[in-house]
């Protein structure tokens, strides 16, 4: 109940930096969605879920979800419409969990790479968990077992895991100002309840 209260502040205390962010994330996530990339080793994977996860990591749960939602269901519509009514709540779990787990996060060392990291694969465990019923219900309980199994064998999505953590590092690295944003939305949640 925490968890959807502060959603709930959070949601009011939006501003137009944090729909900026949302609106190039969503951006940037049905782009990189829409073109599969072929790996070397064989396989196609696309890093749509590195941009959410990234998102979440440096701007908050809630805005990597809501990207990761609004640009997957861009995709959907207008390449699989089937998928269309589930993305948006999948991958709106998966963001908030990878920004939960990242919350704290405002500098690079060892202790913050882990979360990173920790934070990548809870967001990969709620999208894999999120769209397992789906997959049941459109597809057929194989369809689902396949999905369930295909996420702990080594495969194409394992770029996706490796890669966020890196990007987001990157990024970190070269603008360390990013992570003071999170601390700009715990302040301005703040101030938003307390008026």
């Known amino acids: 109940m925490v968890i959807i209260q502060d959603?709930?502040?959070?949601?009011?205390?939006?501003d137009t930096r944090d729909v900026s962010l949302i609106v190039v994330f969503s951006a940037l996530m049905a782009i990189t969605t829409t073109y599969a990339i072929p790996l070397p080793f064989g396989g196609l994977?696309?890093?749509g879920n590195t941009v959410m996860w990234t998102a979440s990591i440096l701007f908050g749960g809630l805005i990597g979800g809501l990207a990761g939602g609004i640009g997957g269901?861009?995709?959907?519509?207008?390449?699989?419409?089937?998928?269309?009514?589930?993305?948006?709540?999948?991958k709106l779990a998966s963001g908030l969990a990878c920004g939960l787990v990242s919350r704290n996060i405002?500098?690079?060392?060892?202790?913050?790479?882990?979360k990173i990291v920790l934070a990548v694969i809870a967001g990969a465990?709620?999208?894999?968990?999120?769209?397992?019923?789906?997959?049941?219900?459109?597809?057929g309980q194989g369809a689902m077992v396949t999905w369930l199994i295909r996420f702990f064998t080594p495969g194409p999505g394992l770029v996706t895991y490796i890669?966020?953590?890196?990007?987001?590092?990157?990024?970190?690295?070269?603008?360390?100002?990013?992570?003071?944003?999170?601390s700009s939305i715990k302040e301005r949640t703040r101030l938003k309840s307390n008026n």
């Open 163 to 182: 890669v966020t953590p890196i990007i987001t590092l990157a990024v970190m690295r070269a603008y360390p100002r990013v992570m003071t944003y999170r």
């Open 45 to 47: 994977t696309h890093f």
């Open 7 to 14: 959603i709930k502040q959070r949601l009011r205390a939006l």
């Open 106 to 114: 405002k500098s690079i060392n060892n202790s913050n790479i882990v």
């Open 125 to 139: 465990v709620v999208n894999l968990l999120a769209y397992a019923p789906v997959y049941s219900l459109l597809l």
């Open 73 to 90: 269901l861009i995709v959907d519509l207008l390449l699989a419409p089937v998928w269309a009514p589930f993305t948006p709540f999948a």
